[in-house]
């Protein structure tokens, strides 16, 4: 089963590679602490720990959204998918962090889906994502327009451990229609 987000060990010592160093790659209800409203979103505050193997950051709210919402946007993989503007909508947004361990020296890929588009103009592009690991950092940023239905870009992102536990995480940076980035 593809996973929206997936971190390969490019071990330099082995000839394989070990998939799915993280948990709940696609931001699933795997625990059943889901609660959504009549839109089918848990506006989860910063600091949060509900959806499973996450952690909410950037001091505000990040909506968790599943499948079936009123804004027709569906998840890339699975059910569930962030919104990392939530309901605040402008100004700082959300994020997300993991932390998984890993070998010092060793290099890994971290891949995910960047969501922009749906049935309004206010979910448009650009949208941009900050990316960062391990003293790394990158910033994905989509397309323009207001796509319908939504369209999730996989990115990819890369980075060398520098210890033997990684902090992973994306947060929003920005949006051009004001109104939505997803993330998956």
């Known amino acids: 089963m593809h996973k929206s987000i997936l971190v390969l060990i490019i071990l330099l010592t082995a000839a394989s590679a ?14 059943k602490t889901f609660v959504g409203d009549a839109n089918h979103v848990d506006s989860l505050p910063s600091g949060s720990l509900l959806i499973p193997g996450w952690t ?4 505000v709210p990040t909506a968790w959204i599943e499948n079936g ?7 890339s993989d699975g059910s569930f998918f962030l919104d990392l503007t939530g309901y ?13 361990a ?19 103009a206010a979910f ?6 900050l990316a960062s690991a391990a003293g790394s950092s990158a910033t994905f940023t989509s397309g ?22 990684t902090d992973l995480s994306f947060k929003g940076i920005s949006t051009a229609g004001g109104f939505y980035i997803g993330l998956d």
């Open 18 to 31: 070990h998939a799915n160093q993280i948990t709940n790659g696609s931001f699933e209800n795997t625990s």
């Open 56 to 59: 909410t950051f950037n001091g």
């Open 69 to 75: 919402n009123p804004w027709a946007i569906s998840a």
């Open 88 to 100: 605040g909508n402008h100004g700082t947004y959300g994020g997300v962090m993991q932390s998984f």
């Open 102 to 120: 890993t070998v010092p020296g060793t290099d890994y890929i971290a891949t995910f889906d960047r969501g922009y588009g749906g049935n309004s």
């Open 124 to 129: 448009g592009g650009p949208v941009s994502v």
């Open 144 to 165: 323009s327009g207001t796509p319908n239905p939504a369209v999730w870009n996989k990115e990819t992102f890369s980075f060398m451990a520098t210890s033997t536990t």
